[in-house]
């Protein structure tokens, strides 16, 4: 959460540092600022809200700068309004910091600094930075020991960039658990939190490591360690273009991306389904195929949308394969000891890469022993980089803070884990065929829901006033239920809980009555009837059934009062269609209540913070 960018080269900085905050707004949007420098002097601009209106400010201004910082933000330390907006300065007014992370030692480092004299504008733990750097600075009167210093007596996460009127030719840039990325282009470098800010300038990257540090001037850069050993950089390629970060004739985001799953799924698919043998090749776990073939246990760990996509992979996995699986919270796991055989796998799922708490969970199941791999969207990420080998889902960058297709792209690649898996113990290569042969077909599939979209709309646009919702589904579809509520909560802020169709009589049963609807995903599996029977209890205290059901069920009709129908497949294949609807109802929904579908309050799309 939050974006950081930083710019030295030839331009006019302030457009590239709007346009870069543009593209890493998703990152958080409380406020946004910068700071450039114009004729040797910090200029600061910050202001609450969205990009927007940072941009409205200096549409008057004539800058000249060709070097400057940039930040969006999603507050942590201090309400989101103009006084806690990046960039912060020290006493002097001569060094700007921004910063993504958090300083957990600000209070203490603060408490120091006020006792020497030193005084504060905002409520931030980044101001305490860049104070502390300012009283380095005094002492030693160089900005990158100060720099380097001053990091060394905090504790927390930063990507961090500075830039000094001291020393007016440079932006020092470090890293410690927040991204930071290194566009590298002819007499100019962006820096920034992530690619997509980058690409418009240059595909050539330097990705800096944890703990590094980079000082960039005008023809080039150098890294180091937070010690001052230099360091030695791999420039990597960028397999991003311009198109995939636009709406594409879209109204948002959301929509696009939930209509792009036919084809990202045949993306995950590339090249990894070998139907007639009857296995899948997945190159990434090369490396590993002999742990798997050992392997005791398996740990899926993750967050939010991330986490729903493991619980589908447990039951994919322990049915396939038979290896039992266990599902953790990553924010959880980090924290409570857990119990790890060096035999077993760890496996951290996470769209963004960046999330904090799943990538210090890869971190706690390393340092335990375990073999620990990713299945991960974005290339180069965090924990991509962090983990022993891995699977990439291939979905292509999701702005929409809520998650759609990354979604189905990772049931797809855990289906394909399994199938793998299970070829390696006992599932013949019959029953593969089958499932991978049907594996093909989802696209397809999918492609039909979507062609359904204006019946959902009239559901969502008939349902949108209420005020709370229940999903509710069994086995491969207890997940999809908690994703459907999970997708509704985020952009319309209803009240949603997704529950397991059968414990609904254990609690949530007693909110049922005329004013509830209850979405069931109620398609034809074996627990079929199981759910027709939790759906006449639903109607029995006169609840509101919306079911998802399989085309053709027409005993279905007798029991709901909305029906969207999605087509036929395996159960252990439902979850990738059952969920589409429900994006599709959140989103209609969101827009029918006038929300801002793309950019939730509150919400971050990648959550670098604990
Ligand atoms: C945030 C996002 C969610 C996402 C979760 C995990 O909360 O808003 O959409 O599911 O983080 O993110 P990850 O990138 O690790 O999958």
Redesign the pocket.
Known sequence: MCGIIGYIGNRQVSNVLINGLKRLEYRGYDSAGLCILENGNLEILKKAGKVYELEKLINHQQYTSTIGIAHTRWATHGEPNDINAHPHTDCNSKIAIVHNGIIENYFSIKKQLQAKGFTFKSETDTEVLAVLIGAIYEKCQNLEIAVRTALSEVTGTFGLLVLSSYEPDKIIAARRGSPLVLGISKNEFIISSDATAIIQYTSQVVYLSDNEIAIVTNNQFTTKTMNNQETKSIIHKLDLNLEQLEKNGFEHFMLKEIYEQPNTLNDAFRGRLLVDEGTIKLGGLRSVYDKFRNVRRLILT?????WHSALVGEYLIEHLAQIPVEVEYASEFRYRNPIIYPDDIVIAI??????AD?LAAVNEAKNKGATVLGIVNVVGSSIARATDAGIYIHAGPEIG???TK?FTSQLAVLTMLAIMLGRMRNLSAIEAKKIINELANIPDKLKKILENAEHIKAIAKKYCKSSNFLYLGRGYNFPVALEGALKLKEISYIHAEGYPAAEMKHGPIALIDENMPVVFIATQDEIYEKILSNIEEVRARKGKVIAIATEEDEVIKNYANELIYIPKTLPMLTPILAVVPLQLMAYYISVELGCNVDQPRN?????TVE
């Open positions: 993750a967050c939010g949308t991330s996470s769209q963004s890469g960046e999330t799943t803070v809520a998650s990354a919400l971050a799309k990648s959550v």
